[in-house]
């Protein structure tokens, strides 16, 4: 059975380091999402992309965040400068049949 | 604020017994609504999902949920758990206005702990 793949599971960085997170979606699937769980907290949504675009984003997403879709497998979210704060799991998912099939999530931790 | 509001945060019970999870969400219009499991160690899984029609809805490995629209209320259920039925429960909805872009709002997690 196809599934998200996510790269790396455990990422340790320090503040104001760029990172990136990678994903390869499922091959047919054309929505792709990126969501995030701070420890304790709610799974939250970051941004949905689609046709080489952003469709929506929250407000968690600002100019530090970006994503992109280089190749035909990889989708991946850039954070510029992370911050503590970004500290969190990060959940790469794909939609198909109407329901979103997500990764197993990068641990993003920073010192 | 609009939100999606899982009650039980954790529960605990022994095996065979009845399961209910409640799901509330605050959103008005068309919703489309889905329970995620995510087992210790792996990755969230799809559950069960309602978009229209019977209101009763069936998923994977026993399980089913309710819409209910006037309570604003998708109930997951199952008859009889199972140890292995142990992890953690997300409710999550896809508001009006998101239908096209596909944006999930969760809920907290309920924690399921069946006792063998």
């Known amino acids: 059975e196809p599934e998200v793949t996510q790269t790396p599971s455990h990422q340790v960085t320090q503040m104001g380091q760029e990172v990136i997170l990678r994903c390869v979606p499922i091959s047919n699937h054309l929505y792709f999402y990126w969501y995030r769980q701070i420890l304790g907290q709610k799974v939250e949504f970051l941004v949905s992309?689609?046709?080489?675009?952003?469709?929506?984003k929250s407000e968690i997403f600002d100019d530090q965040f970006s994503v992109e879709r280089p190749d035909g497998s990889n989708f991946t979210l850039k954070i510029r400068s992370t911050k503590l704060e970004d500290s969190a799991m990060y959940f790469c998912?794909?939609?198909?049949?109407?329901?979103?099939?997500f990764g197993p999530g990068t641990r993003l931790t920073v010192l | 604020a609009q939100s999606v509001s899982q009650h039980n945060h954790h529960v605990i019970l022994s095996e065979a017994a009845s399961l209910e999870l409640g799901c509330n969400y605050s959103y008005g219009g068309t919703v489309n609504l889905f329970w995620y499991v995510q087992y210790p160690g792996q990755h969230l899984q799809l559950l069960l999902k309602y978009f229209s029609g019977d209101p009763l809805v069936k998923g994977i490995k026993g399980f089913e949920a309710e819409f209910i629209k006037s309570k604003f209320s998708f109930n997951l259920r199952k008859p009889s758990v199972q140890w292995s039925d142990t992890a953690e429960y997300f409710c999550a909805v896809i508001p009006d206005g998101s239908s096209n872009t596909g944006k999930l709002i969760f809920g907290q997690g309920t924690t399921l702990q069946v006792k063998p």
């Open positions: 992309f689609y046709n080489n675009e952003i469709s929506e």
């Open positions: 998912a794909s939609r198909g049949a109407g329901a979103q099939f």
